[in-house]
């Protein structure tokens, strides 16, 4: 019997131990013990699934993995201790010097360092596609391609790629597919569905939800992921089992959680539109979005980030940050405290202009991502700020 999504967020397999607790104990130990010398060379020929030392499996981590996998409707997964971790060990399992990827020129700030930066070192190439013209993609492929990745929504502008069409492509010219999930979460887009190959999630981000710990994960379909559990296993970047134990607690209330993120979000982006010191206002289920019959064929709501801009320039930006009481200045995001950031002064201040309107990012924009607070006192705090503009 397959259960709804809230339902694999809550309940999973886990073994019971001898007290029997209904609460997932907390298993804070960097290793186990073996019945005998038996059991012990099994279970390192891994002729049997067992924890054998924290850097590989904990009761923890595989609860924390188990509920993404089911929610993404993935077959396994692995868990890293942060997002970047994810996304690096993802690419250093399983590509090999030489190979090619071809990538959305908007992903997150340290993904864009990594392809430009880091691979490169083992003569790793990436080509980049704009959101705006996927079609491009064909064009871009060589005969040593091997990964198709990018993020949808997009951060920091809410962008949406289209899974369907990244999903044919890629099985086309036999590509692996990899999408980090993380702006929509594994409650409301699945892209497994649409032929993603390996989905990734920073679960600092909603997973968590409350800006405590640091986490990711990578699921996908058996094979992918066993060379990449093998990879994590001997490279170290494992998570803590406090931090799973934090993240599958939190993967609890996520269906909940985010519900309330959207209604707000969805009420708060329809209200600055009408402001006339904005611009324009970007939110994946606004009417007005450009991709909005896409976004709602994929999503089943808009997510928790707002993007706007304010007229008036990067000054304006600045000074609209400087009145607010009550909204957080952060760069982080899905959590249940409301976060205000401009990205043209912090995130993207190193990109040159042109660069930055090439990801959708303009002086005066400002991206909201809209936590758990009453959404009164949001839209108050974000009146007060702009009446001073
Ligand atoms: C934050 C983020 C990451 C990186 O995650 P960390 O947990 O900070 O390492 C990757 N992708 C996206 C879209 C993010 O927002």
Redesign the pocket.
Known sequence: MSHKLETRAVRTQMDRSQYLEHSTPLHLTSSFVFEDAEDMRASFAEEKQRNIYSRFTNPNTSEFVQKVTEMEGAEDGVSFA??????YGTFAALLNAGDHIVSARS??G??HTLFTKYLPKWNIETSYFKVEEPEAIADLIKPNTKILYA?TPT?PGVDILDLQYLGHIAKEYNLILII?N??ATPYLQQPIKFGADLV?H????LIDGQGRV???VTVGSLDLIHEIYLFARNTGSALSPFNAWILSKSMETLPVRVDRHCQTALETAEYLENHPKINWVKYPFLKSHPQFELAKKQMSQGGSIVAFEIKGGIDAGRNFLNTLEMLSLSS???DSRSIVTHPASTTHSKLSESDRSEVGITDGMVRLSIGLEHIEDIKNDLNQALAKL
């Not at 942060?82 to 996304?87: D, K, L, Q």
């Not at 920073?202 to 981000?205: E, L």
């Open positions: 942060t997002g970047m971790g994810a996304i992903v997150f340290s993904t993020e951060n980090d993380c702006f990734i920073s679960a600092t981000k640091l986490g990711g982080n995001l899905g």
